[in-house]
């Protein structure tokens, strides 16, 4: 959509967003021919875009030698032509870039001019881990602002989200924009008034919440007509409200591969606590009654799927032992006891969740961090929290639901920026109609990778990790031990302790300490644990000397379910050039392999020797590849969820 369109649509609508469409199977269909075309003709977009990124560095080479007066004075002209007619990204980028590096320090390379025109253009930037994607974000940010369209910058959490906008807001008031950050906390008054600066960094699952409670918040009417006679009224009857945001207009989604495809599995459903849900007393029933089951007799485990299904023995088992009460009802009876049986042995303390302040906190599995504001459905959250034996919360009722599939391709205009979207890029074309440009690094790669290891057991591997990390802090390198789990991070430093390795350990419970622990990683001999909270997005800066020792060495203790948030860890060494290593120490009872279904291979890998090793590499790829095409299945099952909701709905008018 051309940029006057947009920007001058903005004036006009007090809630731009796309209009929800109803969509069929052949719509689908369409969609995917179209982006396999759209991907494989990619390079003529790139072509296009070195071109312009070209005459940009050369304008940008001419006015190096401004004066900040003069450099202003045009930035001020440069609002005024933007917003009068067909924009000249290039020339805006030019100026842009020139007072980026005066007010914050950072002097834009080529590749990151590419990125800030394609992102310009409603693409999505794939850029190596350490190439500067805040800034790219930032260039095209500014603007787009200035040509009068407000944009979210949309981060993974909260703590890049305030980052983020603290680092670069010298750089949006020099050129006259606003600047605000939503953060964890902020009421809804808070919230409206950040949300009206030109442009506002927050968190995916923050904007996503924020626009499903606009939703109820106005029964569902953020059309133009309903908002402004709402607005002339007041605030146009019981229960109705003015909405937090001002639409949905411009988003630049960093991380896009983890918000758009990893987290695009998961519905988001908005709900309030309502009376009527399990009590303490029912709960201990249904774990009695879990008690008296026998796993693959009476019920079956696929952890891979986080589901437990109940056989017909165990059905009739149940019957047999309950003959009144509530329980006596089938249905009720049965998803009671499924609820016991995955709380039991799906939900693990320090995986799923911790317990913090007599509370159950869910842990967000690819963030690694606290989601205090979100709960399991289907009583499965109180149903934890008795195994846990904490104080019940009410179960919930549905007020709105989502997927992010939909919520994103409601944008006016959508982009992205990631350091690893090659896998998924034909699957983000057609879904959200993204284009992916590569942008090649500034400096060639450094990083060097070992061979994986795989262990028979935990002890081994925590064994080899603790050794391995002797070895590389005795040289005086920091070392980055990941993991996926807290409780993994306390295992890890129980070994490193054991062994008399001082360190640090950066996960959800300690979650207030991690500036510090962060602007520490990179010193001399430092040793940090971390979830997956020093992953995307954190830059490890290298304390003195320790370039010339081999730079940071991350080591992965178990494979993630996609290949690419491996390499996001991996992406903390070596970056912008700089020396630095990495190597895979993992055992064959991890979680993810566990799960792998390959029964001529895994005899082969319980065994010695180099055959046996090579078997349970091969173990490894084939568990991680198998979920990669689950995590797909369900992506794509949620879509035709939404479709037909859509279809049973449509007597009503919108969908919405």
């Not at 999505?124 to 790219?136: A, H, I, R």
């Not at 997005?537 to 730079?551: D, K, P, S, T, Y």
């Not at 992406?571 to 912008?576: D, L, N, P, S």
Request: glycine share 10%; charged share 25%.
């Amino acid at each position: 959509m051309p940029d006057a369109a947009v920007a001058g649509g903005l004036h006009l609508n007090l809630y731009p967003q796309r209009p929800l469409e109803r969509r069929t199977g052949w719509d689908d269909a369409a969609d995917g021919m179209k982006a396999v075309l759209t991907t494989r003709t990619a390079f003529l977009i790139h072509r296009r875009c070195r071109r312009e990124a070209a005459r940009c560095d050369a304008m940008r080479a001419g006015i190096r030698d401004a004066t900040d007066g003069d450099l202003i004075g045009a930035a001020r002209r440069l609002r005024d032509e933007l917003r009068a007619g067909p924009a000249d990204h290039a020339a805006a980028l030019a100026i842009v870039g020139e007072v980026a590096r005066r007010t914050v320090g950072l002097d834009p390379h080529p590749g990151q001019t590419l990125g800030a025109l394609a992102l310009l253009g409603g693409r999505l930037v794939e850029m190596q881990t350490g190439e500067g994607k805040s800034l790219v974000a930032a260039l095209a940010a500014a603007v787009a602002a200035l040509s009068g369209t407000p944009v979210h910058i949309v981060t993974v959490n909260d703590y890049l989200a305030v980052r983020d906008a603290e680092v670069f807001a010298p750089l949006y008031r020099r050129l006259g924009l606003t600047v605000g950050a939503i953060a964890e906390g902020d009421d809804e008054s808070a919230r409206r008034g950040t949300y009206r600066a030109d442009i506002v960094t927050v968190s995916n699952k923050a904007l996503a919440f924020d626009h499903l409670r606009d939703r109820v918040g106005t029964a569902g009417r953020l059309d133009d007509v309903s908002l402004k006679v709402s607005a002339l009224i007041g605030r146009g009857g019981p229960g109705r409200r003015q909405p937090v945001l001002r639409g949905l207009p411009f988003a630049i989604v960093d991380e896009a591969d983890s918000v758009l495809i990893d987290e695009a599995r998961i519905p988001l459903i908005l709900s309030r606590e309502v009376e009527g849900g399990a009590d303490a007393a029912e709960a201990r029933e249904a774990f009695a009654l879990a008690d008296l089951l026998t796993a693959d007799i009476h019920y079956m485990v696929v952890p891979a799927e986080r589901r437990v299904s109940l056989t017909e023995d165990g059905r009739a088992l149940l019957a047999e032992r309950v003959t009144h009460g509530p329980f006596a009802n089938r249905l009720r009876r049965e998803d009671a006891v499924r609820s016991a049986l995955v709380a039991r042995h799906l939900m693990q303390r320090g995986e799923q969740y911790v317990v913090k302040d007599g509370k159950v906190v869910i842990v967000d599995e690819y963030t690694g961090r606290l989601m205090p504001e979100r709960s399991w459905s289907e009583g499965l959250q109180q149903y934890v929290e008795a195994k846990e034996d904490v104080r019940l919360t009410g179960r919930k009722t549905t007020l709105a639901r989502t997927s992010y599939q939909r919520f994103f391709s409601r944008y006016m205009r959508l982009a992205g920026l990631t350091g690893t979207a090659r896998e998924v890029r034909d699957e983000i074309a057609r879904t959200y109609g993204l284009v992916t440009i590569r942008v090649a690094p500034d400096r060639p790669s450094r990083m060097r990778r070992h061979r994986a290891r795989v262990h028979a057991g935990a002890e081994e591997k925590w064994a080899a990790v603790a050794a391995r990390t002797g070895v590389l802090r005795a040289e005086g390198r920091p070392v980055l031990i990941g993991t996926r789990s807290v409780a993994a991070s306390e295992r890890a430093s129980r070994a490193l302790g054991e062994a008399g390795i001082p360190h640090t350990v950066l996960n959800a419970v300690n979650d207030r300490e991690e500036a510090a622990i962060v602007a520490r990683a990179g010193e001399a001999g430092q040793v940090t644990v971390a979830t997956n909270m020093a992953g995307r997005g954190v830059h490890i800066a290298l304390g003195e000397g320790v370039a010339a020792r081999g730079g940071l060495h991350v080591i992965l203790t178990e494979r993630h379910s996609a290949g690419r948030i491996d390499r996001q860890l991996e992406g903390r060494t070596a970056r912008q050039g700089e020396p630095g290593s990495t190597e895979a120490i993992l055992a064959l009872d991890d979680p993810l392999v566990v799960t792998a279904r390959a029964p001529l291979l895994a005899p082969l890998a319980r065994g010695r020797g180099v055959l046996a090793m090579v078997a349970r590499r091969c173990l490894v790829r084939i568990a991680q590849r198998q979920a990669e095409r689950m995590h797909y299945a369900a992506r794509r099952a949620l879509i035709r969820h939404d479709r037909r909701t859509d279809t049973m709905l449509a007597f009503g008018g919108p969908p919405e």
